[in-house]
């Protein structure tokens, strides 16, 4: 039989898909997973990028001054006519694509992070992924996200700029997506009706009014999906009073088992763009703003017979802003020896990524160590990563 409809049916609904539900106007897609709670003017914003697919470390940050790389890598690098990578400091550099984060690390607002990763040890991307977003110790050891328990205690909204809502961000009620699309005409007749009939709810008329209101925010978005437009568009929500103030961004491509040398300088390079296209939109708001890149994994440290490099252990991060303690590289570095080499093939990984997120997170949700520790990342140790200039 036929069940009827009852009010809870009709906030489930309303939650997940008033904003579709006339959305015909949009030149964007919006879905609300929960009323955002109120935003502040204020306050600083926090912009995550997870590069799927594991960017290549050593690539993107280059060990020119370790004995082993003239032999691991500089001769093939050489041969493969690759431009010189841009200098840091007397042991690393970055890839001549990154102009940008070159230009941010020179105003010391660029923090790079080599030798990271998490606490897995295979693979396989599905696994390192789930790990890396859930935040937990194994893989499918907790069904949530590290950004969505974060958020839960908060009053802060989140985005993601993408088509279904990331695994970091399940667990938060105040969390959406977003994604460009093209669309038609308003229909504000129907939009008036569907206020009036929901006008004698106090949940049901809040829930709408808030899609609306998240609705005109999204007006005059940008229509295309490259990383570049979403960075902007990421920018332009950070920036609005009635916006969110943590943004999800996600980029692929970086599996590159083959021909790695010409689709890096293709992939960071829109990277790049895209991080400055950010950088602009935010403005002022930059100098309250933490970026954090990461990815599941790194790679092999020799390449293979293919030019590409094979699925490998650590990685690298970026951690950037106006506010960032940056112009250094923060490693703990392991050496590129044989010996020195994890399994004797990869980036020995010494530090835990989740050592960078937390300290993320505190600074931009206010939360102790404690409540980090036994909230968002469930058994890590206390990170004590700096990132923020006193």
């Known amino acids: 039989m036929t069940q009827p409809l009852t009010r809870r049916d009709c906030l489930?609904?309303?939650g997940a898909a008033a904003a579709t539900a006339t959305v015909g106007a949009l030149p964007a897609r919006l879905v609300l997973a929960a009323p955002a709670a109120t935003a502040q003017a204020d306050g600083n914003r926090l912009v995550i990028v997870l590069l799927r697919g594991a960017l290549d470390g050593l690539a993107a940050v280059p060990a020119v001054g370790d004995?082993?790389?003239?032999?691991?890598?500089?001769?093939?690098?050489a041969?493969?006519?690759?431009a010189a990578p841009l200098p840091l400091d007397s042991t690393f550099a970055l890839h001549p694509s990154l102009v940008n984060l070159h230009s941010w690390y020179g105003q010391k607002e660029l923090?790079?992070?080599?030798?990271?990763?998490?606490?897995y040890r295979e693979r396989s991307h599905f696994d390192a992924q789930q790990l890396l977003e859930s935040g937990g110790a194994r893989p499918f050891e907790l069904t949530t996200g590290w950004l969505g328990r974060a958020l839960q205690a908060s009053n802060q909204h989140a985005m993601a700029l993408t088509a279904a809502?990331?695994?970091?961000?399940r667990g938060g009620d105040s969390a959406s997506t977003w994604t460009p699309a093209k669309r038609g005409g308003n229909d504000q007749d129907l939009m008036t009706r569907v206020a009036q009939m929901y006008s004698s709810d106090a949940q049901l008329h809040n829930a709408f009014t808030q899609a609306m209101g998240q609705q005109d925010m999204a007006m005059g978005a940008e229509s295309t999906t490259g990383f570049t437009n979403?960075?902007?568009?990421?920018?332009?929500f950070l920036s609005d009073p009635k916006g969110p103030r943590v943004a999800w961004l996600e980029a692929g491509g970086w599996d590159t088992h083959t021909q790695q040398g010409p689709r890096l300088i293709r992939l960071l390079g829109a990277l790049d763009e895209g991080l400055g296209a950010l950088r602009t939109a935010l403005g002022t708001h930059w100098n309250r703003t933490t970026v954090v890149v990461i990815t599941e994994f790194g790679r092999t440290a020799a390449y293979n017979g293919t030019g590409g490099t094979d699925?490998?252990?650590?990685?690298?991060?970026?951690?950037?802003?106006?506010?960032?303690?940056?112009?250094?590289?923060?490693a703990d570095w392991p050496g590129l020896g044989t010996a020195q080499l994890f399994n004797g093939r990869d980036l020995k990984p010494t530090l835990d990524i989740r050592a960078v997120l937390a300290p993320a997170l505190q600074h931009q949700f206010g939360l102790s160590s404690a409540k980090t520790?036994?909230?968002?990342?469930?058994?890590?140790?206390?990170?004590?990563?700096?990132?923020?200039?006193t």
Do not use: I, Y
Request: net charge positive; glycine share 14%.
């Open 12 to 14: 489930h609904w309303l």
């Open 67 to 77: 004995p082993a790389w003239a032999s691991l890598r500089g001769a093939a690098d």
């Open 79 to 82: 041969a493969a006519n690759l």
């Open 111 to 119: 923090l790079v992070v080599h030798a990271t990763a998490s606490h």
């Open 165 to 169: 809502m990331p695994l970091a961000l």
């Open 230 to 236: 979403l960075a902007k568009q990421a920018g332009a």
């Open 311 to 330: 699925h490998g252990t650590g990685g690298v991060a970026f951690v950037a802003g106006g506010a960032v303690a940056g112009g250094r590289v923060q």
């Open 373 to 389: 520790q036994a909230m968002v990342f469930p058994g890590m140790a206390e990170a004590s990563l700096n990132l923020w200039r």
